[in-house]
């Protein structure tokens, strides 16, 4: 569908004295959203059309979303504001219905491409380039990760954990089985995550043996770190060692298709590091859309009252 042939379609279901021009302003609006909200591309990259003969980007049956915007802004514009709601509500029930199968046939990058630490940090320096460390924005993602398992999951301080981006530490620790990594004191074991990578590992003796170049973490235990590779020498007697960790590849807690909840909060930081409030109002505004859904639907689906960090009814609780 072509600008002008939209124009034609409402001129004649809602006649009305605008101008051409003013009803192009009104198509760039909606445009906008679609590029922005739905396609995810940067702001450098959305296009303003400046012709009524472009072509729009959304193709029928959803198209009839850019009649039903336009005959909003009518009678927006015309004072007729009950008229306004009628349209605006129509408008709105189309919107969603659009999202709602984009989403589903095209996974976008925000919904469904990303669950780990990087790949949230690649995402947000694509949309929102920026020369911010990566250490601020860990700062961030720890930020709205607390939120969730304060706010939704409920669990009390001394079960909460931060995510590390990478740390070097020297710890105690001893084997007591062939795949778990001990710690002398497991309050320490906060600062891993399963899937976080220990790299360049030496212990001295009694577990010279036991040194290797990187392994994944695959679960974290009461007492210390587990690994598939099983380890040679055992013991209980605590040595310390140098604990090299990486948690770039470390998967957040909220999944698909919430898991946009932590972009959305790290672009509004972001914006509002940088000074620029009017962006802040909009991507903050984004992120209470998107968080309010997922407390809306984990509030429907289980009980977090009920839920105790361990149990199995959900994969946030493992």
């Not at 042939?5 to 909606?30: C, G, H, Q, R």
């Not at 709205?144 to 409920?154: P, R, W």
């Not at 620029?276 to 505004?285: G, L, M, P």
């Amino acid at each position: 569908m072509t600008i002008a042939s939209l124009i034609d379609y409402v001129n004649e279901i809602k006649p009305n004295a605008f101008s051409d021009a003013t009803k192009l302003v009104w198509v760039n609006e909606v445009e906008g959203m679609v590029q922005s909200q739905v396609l995810l591309k940067p702001e450098s990259e959305c296009t303003e059309y400046t012709s009524t003969s472009s072509t729009l980007i959304v193709l029928p049956p959803h198209s009839k979303l850019y009649a039903e915007y336009l005959m909003a802004r009518i009678d927006y514009a015309n004072g007729e504001y009950d008229k306004y709601q009628n349209t605006m509500e129509m408008f709105n029930a189309f919107w969603e219905e659009y999202k709602a199968w984009y989403q589903r046939v095209h996974r976008p990058l925000a919904y469904r491409g990303f669950r780990t630490m990087q790949a949230i940090f690649d995402y947000v320096d694509e949309v929102r380039p920026n020369e911010i460390a990566s250490a601020t924005k860990l700062v961030w993602l720890n930020e709205v990760e607390g939120k969730v398992q304060t706010e939704i999951l409920l669990w009390n301080e001394s079960e909460c954990f931060v995510y590390n981006y990478a740390s070097a530490d020297t710890v105690d620790v001893y084997f007591p089985d062939e795949h778990t990594l001990a710690f002398a004191d497991p309050a320490q074991l906060r600062n891993y995550r399963p899937g976080g990578v220990i790299s360049d590992f030496s212990p001295g003796a009694p577990y010279a043996g036991n040194a290797f170049s990187a392994q994944t973490i695959q679960a974290i235990s009461d007492i210390g770190l587990v690994f598939k590779e099983s380890f040679s020498d055992t013991g209980t007697e605590p040595v310390s060692t140098a604990v090299n960790y990486s948690g770039q590849n470390v998967v957040m807690l909220v999944e698909p298709p919430h898991n946009k909840i932590y972009a959305d909060y790290i672009v509004a930081m972001i914006d509002y590091f940088r000074g620029d409030f009017e962006k802040y109002r909009e991507s903050r505004a984004k992120f209470n859309d998107s968080w309010g859904e997922f407390s809306r639907w984990f509030a429907r689906t289980y009980r977090p009252a009920d839920m105790k960090k361990g149990c199995s009814c959900h994969e946030l609780c493992r």
